[in-house]
Each structure stands twice: as structure tokens, then as C-alpha cells.
């Protein structure tokens, strides 16, 4: 297996130059778009046998915002939802992202620490954002459903570690003509 350099923290001063609009940005919308379709295609793929569509999937991101009444706003509340989705996913591999620029630990185990902040990431939606938002407290009564999303969440984390290693390197490396 190659070693791969991983900036220390003297040496993750950032160039808020090279941030936005820049290669750092770029990465962290890149990982937030797999992320939020990776998961968007996850709980469409499981539900589907259940005569689950891709709106429905939709609706109830939206049911966040709007509560039971996501399901009678048509297009707009899941284009609401999916917006908010792919909001939600890139604050995501950013948490993780900022949070590296200060424990780079979590650039050297991106594996493992991935995984556990997948696993947090779903206790953290499941019990404070979702309770928070109008969609309510989850009754966590489908126990198959709630064990797939857990290990699917365990591997999103390793894509948002793999995206903060990926833009972290990308912060260090020297502009172009500079």
C-alpha cells in the first residue's frame, strides 16, 4: 500500500483564495452531490419493492420543512426536498472537512473514523434534526430499514473522509502561475 502524505497542522493553513471557486470548493460540492445521491439512491432502491417512487423518496425530505402536507405541494416541495438533500449532504463532507483542518487524525484514518462519523451522522439526524424539524420524532418501528441506514451511513462517512482528504491535499498543493 503507498503512504500518502497527509498535511500536518502547521501546514493546513488554508489560501482562502484557493476556497472558493477554487479546487477546495469544487471537491467538497463534488463529494456532497455523491453523497446525496448515493443516499437518495439508497432509500429509493430499498422502498421501491414497497411502490415507493422517486418523488415519493422526495416528499418526504420535504415532509422536514412542510410536515404531512410535503406529499400535496407536487413538484415543487420535492424539488424543495431534493434541494434540501443535497444542502444537507454538503454540509456533511464540509463538517468533516473543517473539522480535519483541526484534528488532521481524521485525515490519516479516513476508514475508520469515516465509518464512525457515518454512524454519528445518523444518530444526529435521526435524534436531533429530524425531532427539530416538522417531520418529527422517527418511531424507528421498521428495524431493517433502520439497521441498512445505519451501515449506509457508516459508509457515507468514509466518503466524506475521503472527500476531506481529497480537498485538504487539494488546499495544500500551490496555484497554477504562482
Known sequence: MQHVPVPNRESAS????RWFGGPVFFIILLGGFCLGTLDLLFAWIYWHSEGVTFVD???SIARGIYGKASRDGGAQTAIVGGLAHYFIATCMVLAYYLASRQATVLLR????LGLLYGVLLYFFMNLVVL???AAGMPKFTDR???YWSIAMHALFGVLCAFTARAA???????????
Open 131 to 133: 425531532p427539530l424539524s
Open 168 to 178: 485538504s491535499r487539494a488546499a495544500q498543493t500551490p496555484s497554477r502561475g504562482a
Open 57 to 59: 423518496v422526495l416528499h
Open 109 to 112: 484514518r479516513t476508514i475508520s
Open 14 to 17: 488554508v489560501n482562502p483564495g
Open 144 to 146: 431493517s430499514w433502520m
